[in-house]
C-alpha cells in the first residue's frame, strides 16, 4: 500500500545546498531514499570535471584553458540514492575525485562560467527528467541551478562542527588544517562571480551544528511534506 501511495505523490523537487561539513551529502541521500525521489550530488559533477582537467594536463591557473575545455568531458550522474555513481567518458571515477589533488582544484574550476553553464544544463536535464521528484544537493540550487523548486533548504553549522565531521570522514585529519581548509573553501564559492555559495532568499534555514543526523533528515522529511501535502 505505501508504495502505491508514493507513487501518487505528486513530484517534488527539493534542493539542498551549503557548506561543505553540514551533513548535506548524507542528509540528502536519505531524504530522497526515504521519500523514494531521485538524488543528485552536484559537487560530485564539479569534482568529476576538474579530476578530467587534471587527467588532461588543462593549465587550471588559466581560466581561458578551462574554459575551452569545459565541453570535453562526458559526465553521467547515476541518481539512485542507494548507489548514486558519477562517471566521466565512461570511467567510474567516485573513488579518484575524492583525492586531495581534485578537492585543492575544485574552487578554481567551478569559478569558471563556462563550467557553470555546462554543468548547470546537466543539472536541469536531470532534475527534468526525474518522475517522481528529486533532492538535488549543492552551492547554488536554489539560487542558480533551480529557482523554482518547490523546497529550498540551506544547511548551516559552526565551523568547529563542520571541521570535526569533515575530519572524521577524512580518518584522522588535522581539525584545525580542516577548518582553515573548509573557511578558504567558503570564501572562494561565496566570493566568485557566477553562482556563488548563497542562500536563497526563499530557503528554509536549519543550523545543523548541534542536531544528530537522524533529527537533520527528520526535519527536512517534515519540511517536503508539508510541501507536498500544499500542491
Known amino acids: 500500500m505505501e508504495n502505491g ?15 561543505s561539513g553540514t551533513g548535506k551529502s548524507s542528509t540528502s541521500k536519505a531524504v530522497a531514499s526515504q521519500l523514494g ?3 543528485l550530488d552536484t559537487g560530485a559533477q564539479y569534482r568529476a570535471i576538474t579530476w578530467w582537467m587534471v587527467n588532461n594536463g588543462i593549465d587550471l591557473t588559466d581560466p581561458a584553458a578551462i574554459a575551452d575545455a569545459a565541453g570535453k568531458a562526458e559526465i553521467v550522474s547515476g541518481t539512485d540514492p542507494a548507489n548514486p555513481t558519477i562517471s566521466v567518458d565512461g570511467v567510474d571515477v567516485a573513488g579518484p575525485i575524492r583525492t586531495q589533488e581534485v578537492t585543492s582544484k575544485v574552487s578554481a574550476v567551478s569559478a569558471v562560467p ?3 553553464a555546462r554543468i548547470t544544463e546537466l543539472q536541469r536535464s536531470l532534475a527534468a527528467e526525474a518522475e517522481r521528484g528529486i533532492v ?7 539560487t542558480t541551478v533551480l529557482p523554482d523548486a518547490d523546497l529550498k533548504i540551506f544547511l548551516t553549522a559552526s565551523p568547529e562542527a563542520r571541521a570535526a565531521r569533515r575530519s572524521g570522514e ?23 562571480k557566477t553562482s556563488p555559495l548563497a542562500k536563497a532568499d526563499d530557503a528554509v534555514e536549519v543550523d545543523t551544528s548541534d542536531l544528530t543526523l537522524q533529527q537533520v533528515i527528520e526535519c527536512v522529511v517534515t519540511l517536503v511534506g508539508e510541501k507536498r501535502a500544499a500542491k
Not at 501511495?5 to 557548506?19: C, E, F, Q, S, Y
Open 136 to 142: 538535488v544537493e549543492g552551492r547554488d540550487i536554489g
Open 37 to 39: 525521489l531521485s538524488y
Open 5 to 19: 501511495a508514493a507513487r501518487t505523490a505528486p513530484a517534488v523537487i527539493v534542493a539542498i545546498d551549503g557548506p
Open 114 to 116: 563556462e563550467v557553470r
Open 170 to 192: 577524512l580518518k584522522g585529519a588535522d581539525v584545525q588544517a580542516t577548518r582553515e581548509a573548509l573557511l578558504k573553501r567558503d570564501a572562494a564559492d561565496s566570493s566568485r
